[in-house]
Nanobody, 121 residues
Framework: QVQLVESGGGLVQAGGSLRLSCAAS????????MSWYPQPPGKQRELVAA???????NFADSVKGRFTISRDNARNTVYLQMNSLKPEDTAVYYC???????????????WGQGTQVTVSS
């Protein structure tokens, strides 16, 4: 089993920045990739960023140039740096872990509890 704990959410004005963290514990050797799936109010969760164990990254078009994802293997932690935030970025952000590289929603084996990000206009 893998446990994921997110932190770093909060309220920020449009144009501001936040950094989310996701700390993994447990049988982390099984993890190949980690991702972030925000869920806006009334909408489904969709991938915005993912990173593999080797450091390859993938981003949704909506966040390219604004969000970056990185990982600290020594701390078993993944970070999502969010810049130039927009009101439409408002969502509960879920951290996920999967055994496949860029496996997609159904391939995520573990989910965190989520952290709320609210961007005011």
């Amino acid at each position: 089993q893998v446990q994921l704990v997110e932190s770093g959410g909060g309220l920020v004005q449009a144009g501001g920045s936040l950094r989310l963290s996701c700390a993994a514990s447990g049988t982390i050797f099984s993890i190949n990739s980690m991702s972030w799936y925000p869920q806006p109010p009334g909408k489904q969760r969709e991938l915005v960023a993912a990173i593999t164990r080797g450091g390859s990254t993938n981003f949704a078009d909506s966040v390219k140039g604004r969000f970056t994802i990185s990982r600290d293997n020594a701390r078993n932690t993944v970070y999502l740096q969010m810049n130039s935030l927009k009101p439409e970025d408002t969502a509960v952000y879920y951290c996920t872990a999967g055994s496949q590289p860029f496996g997609g929603y159904d391939a995520q084996d573990y989910w965190g509890q989520g952290t709320q990000v609210t961007v005011s206009s």
